[in-house]
């Protein structure tokens, strides 16, 4: 089986400060403005396989939990789980690299997703009888707020913020 999470198709940028991007540069804080010190950050590398998804929700969950944020597991899970499955559809055809990046302070916990994709999200109002369409709004709703933006390189980057001290 091709691309697990034990097969070693994923870098783990190891719970200290995010630094080198596959799209280059340093990265220390979230593109996310933020008056708030994140005082905590981590990185993961994923290949865009279909199995980068559960990859990126076990180690979210497993720093959420290492991080004493079992407050917000299971919504950073489902946010995690979104934005992966639409960063692989946007890179499985350029092989293009995903990273999963997540900043936490006391107040406050960023899940961002980079892919090398050039067209950003657009939220969309699926009718009842539509397969697909929902992850942004899904998004929305668990989080405080979300976006979108360019980096370096042209890459993407999907953000969404989760409140920590108010669960």
């Not at 719970?15 to 005082?39: A, K």
């Not at 293009?96 to 109002?125: C, H, M, Q, T, Y």
């Amino acid at each position: 089986m091709r691309g697990t999470c034990d097969q070693g198709w994923f870098q783990s940028g190891g719970g200290g400060t995010v630094n080198e991007s596959p799209w280059g540069g340093d990265f220390e804080e979230p593109p996310v403005s933020s008056p708030l010190p994140f005082t905590r950050s981590d990185s993961l590398t994923l290949a865009p396989f279909k199995s980068a998804v559960p990859c990126a929700r076990y180690h979210v969950s497993a720093i959420l939990v290492e991080w004493d944020l079992g407050a917000v597991i299971e919504d950073a899970e489902l946010i995690v789980s979104e934005l992966v499955t639409n960063a692989v559809s946007a890179s499985e055809d350029s092989g293009d690299p995903i990273e999963v990046r997540v900043f936490a302070s006391n107040e406050a916990l960023v899940i961002e997703v980079w892919d090398a994709s050039a067209g950003l999200p657009v939220k969309r109002d699926p009718s009842e009888d539509e397969p697909d369409g929902r992850g942004l709004m899904l998004i929305e709703a668990l989080s405080s707020e979300w976006g979108a933006g360019k980096g370096p390189q042209d890459a993407k980057v999907v953000w969404a913020r989760l409140q920590i001290s108010s669960r």
